[in-house]
């Protein structure tokens, strides 16, 4: 039996209109992916996908009409994922070939990559479907007008999604540049109000995040500020409030710690997370999206809600929030990579409600044993260090089993061998350290995250020293000590030392990224331009899934030398391992 006729191009117009006629409540999401159902005449949207792209493989391949058939279910695709997330990589891949060799040139083109772009920011993607996103943005937009309405629009896209891949890549720098393209781009005429309103907040977010990585309680309290005035504008059910207000909460957390750290103190009595939240009322407001953005926020907010109870010592509070995060757990596949992110946020509150005075002694390892499970299965589901939570998680989990390990008074062996799983993965979890440092494409963001990187192989050392491991300490130390070295030498080095360890490939690569700083020509200094992407995390100068045979001998090793060694080595660090040069031999790191 046939199904119900439907019209594409009709359709993309009523999609278009329903979202500019409303655009603000939750429900208005709901109600646009509600149609695109009901004009397909199916339930749910792995229904809708199938038809659709079944009834383009009927037609004939290399036509104009295939071609616009491809492009139309693309510009439909991001409202049918709203309900649920439909569409391989391959099959997206394939209209989208289909659309750019068979569609109408020119803007018609232009738009519909724009709209596929969109899925990119909708959920949590690959590295490399994110690279390509941008490429094809970067590959059309030149179809219309610097400064036109479709050009700002698809630069803001190409903003954002470059934002969003330095997130799960690592690169501050790339992170630093897609937010001053946001700013520049937040007054053009394509946005209207609501819209600005809505950068406003996504921009507190973003800069949000960049005084905490430069631990700028200053800065971080104007952006407190900042998405504080947002969310007061925003109606009760606005699509962006739950979001937004899980992001404050989080900033209003990062801002307690800050100042906490500078006067030595914990957290002050008026601090502004000591109030529980509504669950009841988050729930209400979450209900209202669909199903994808549930998963979203359930997350975002479940994450907030767990810091805020914790903030006011409410056990109960913290049981509660972590509801929210299973909520978004059932909603998920395994291997949707925010399954990785809500496990790790419910493994370590469970890790945290096992130290929680106000929990019941007896309920205490009961806990923490739930968390340390959650953590290690989350970590083999990130794969290894090339994953942007690979660090997080695995120190995460270090700290459970070493927390473990303290509270086992009357059983030594327990204590051993808490302690001793707790060493071996805090310095595994060392590994995806190094990598975050060497993805920084310049040597202040690489500094920075250094730094950071530093302190953990410090207390990952203490944790050494303390069980008496003086050989594991001593590669904890070295470990950060490398990383402070390549800091200050970021760009120059790296290919440098690829190519000496034989690895010119990832060599090559790195260089056509354009981390290295080329050598200066004579004359005036060149005009500012935009730091160069860094590799991206999945790509091969900046993973490790093939790690390279040692080199012994008077070469360099690549990972950590013994006691005896250690103290004639210099330590570097390449995008794939960690080397130790012996001072004697002309290391090509120190050229």
């Given at each position: 039996m046939p199904g119900k006729p439907y019209d594409l191009q009709a359709l993309t117009y009523e999609i278009q209109q329903s979202l500019l006629d409303a655009r603000t409540d939750a429900q208005d999401l709901t109600r646009a992916a509600d149609l695109v159902l009901d004009r397909l005449g199916c339930d749910t949207a792995g229904e809708a996908w199938a038809r659709l792209y079944t009834d383009w493989q009927a037609l004939e391949r290399g036509t104009l009409l295939s071609g616009m058939r491809a492009g139309q279910i693309l510009v439909v695709l991001p409202t049918l994922r709203w309900h649920r997330s439909v569409g391989s990589p391959d099959e997206v891949d394939e209209l989208l070939r289909e659309a750019e060799a068979h569609g109408p040139e020119g803007r018609w083109k232009a738009t519909v990559v724009a709209t596929n772009s969109m899925s990119g920011l909708q959920r949590i993607e690959t590295p490399a479907e994110m690279e390509a996103a941008i490429a094809q943005i970067e590959q059309n937009r030149d179809a219309f007008p610097v400064g036109s309405r479709e050009r700002d629009a698809l630069d803001a896209t190409h903003a954002g999604l470059r934002a969003h891949l330095a997130q799960v890549g690592g690169g501050e720098d790339d992170f630093d540049s897609a937010v001053e393209d946001l700013a520049r781009l937040r007054n053009s005429p394509a946005f209207d109000t609501g819209t600005r309103l809505a950068f406003d907040g996504q921009l507190a977010v973003f800069r949000g995040h960049q005084a905490v990585r430069s631990e700028d309680a200053d800065a971080l309290a104007q952006q407190v500020g900042e998405l504080e005035a947002v969310v007061a504008q925003l109606s009760p059910d606005h699509m962006d409030r739950v979001g937004l207000e899980a992001n404050l909460d989080i900033a209003r957390a990062n801002l307690e710690i800050l100042r906490g750290r500078s006067t030595g103190g914990v957290f002050p009595d008026h601090s502004a997370m000591m109030a529980t939240p509504d669950i009841g009322e988050v729930r209400r407001q979450i209900a209202l999206l669909p199903r994808e953005g549930q998963i979203d926020r359930l997350g975002e907010a479940g994450i907030s809600s767990v810091s805020r109870a914790m903030f006011a010592g409410n056990a109960r509070g913290v049981v509660e929030a972590t509801q929210l995060l299973r909520d978004a757990l059932d909603l998920l596949e395994p291997d949707d990579d925010r399954w990785i992110r809500n496990a790790l946020s419910l493994g370590s509150a469970h890790c945290a409600l096992g130290g929680m005075a106000s929990v019941p002694r007896t309920d205490r390892p009961g806990h923490l044993d739930q968390g340390i499970s959650w953590l290690?299965?989350?970590?083999?589901?990130?794969?290894?260090?090339?994953?942007?939570?690979?660090?997080?998680?695995?120190?995460?989990?270090?700290?459970?089993?070493?927390?473990?390990g303290d509270n086992q008074l009357f059983n030594t062996r327990?204590?051993?061998?808490?302690?001793?799983?707790?060493?071996?993965i805090g310095l595994d979890a060392m590994r995806a350290a190094t990598w975050s440092v060497l993805l920084q494409s310049g040597t202040v963001h690489a500094a920075e995250t250094g730094r950071r990187a530093g302190e953990q192989a410090l207390g990952v050392a203490r944790w050494c020293l303390t069980d008496g491991a003086h050989d594991d300490a001593v590669r904890a130390l070295d470990a950060g000590r490398g990383l402070v070295l390549h800091a200050a030498t970021v760009a120059a080095t790296v290919p440098d030392m690829l190519d000496a360890?034989?690895?010119?490939?990832?060599?090559?690569?790195?260089?056509?990224?354009?981390?290295?700083?080329?050598?200066?020509?004579?004359?005036?200094?060149p005009p500012p331009r935009p730091p160069p992407r860094a590799p991206p995390a999945g790509s091969d100068a900046a993973s490790s899934r093939h790690s390279p045979r040692p080199r012994t001998g008077g070469?360099?090793?690549?990972?950590?030398?013994?006691?005896?060694?250690?103290?004639?080595?210099?330590?570097?660090?390449?995008?794939?391992?960690?080397?130790?040069?012996?001072?004697?031999?002309?290391?090509?790191?120190?050229?």
């Open positions: 290690k299965h989350t970590l083999r589901l990130a794969g290894g260090p090339a994953h942007p939570l690979w660090n997080t998680i695995g120190m995460a989990l270090a700290s459970g089993y070493r927390f473990r327990a204590t051993r061998l808490n302690h001793a799983e707790s060493r071996r360890l034989g690895q010119s490939g990832p060599a090559d690569e790195w260089r056509a990224a354009g981390g290295v700083a080329p050598e200066p020509a004579p004359g005036p200094p070469g360099c090793w690549t990972s950590p030398p013994s006691r005896t060694s250690a103290g004639r080595c210099v330590p570097w660090a390449a995008p794939r391992w960690s080397i130790w040069c012996p001072a004697a031999t002309a290391c090509p790191a120190r050229r």
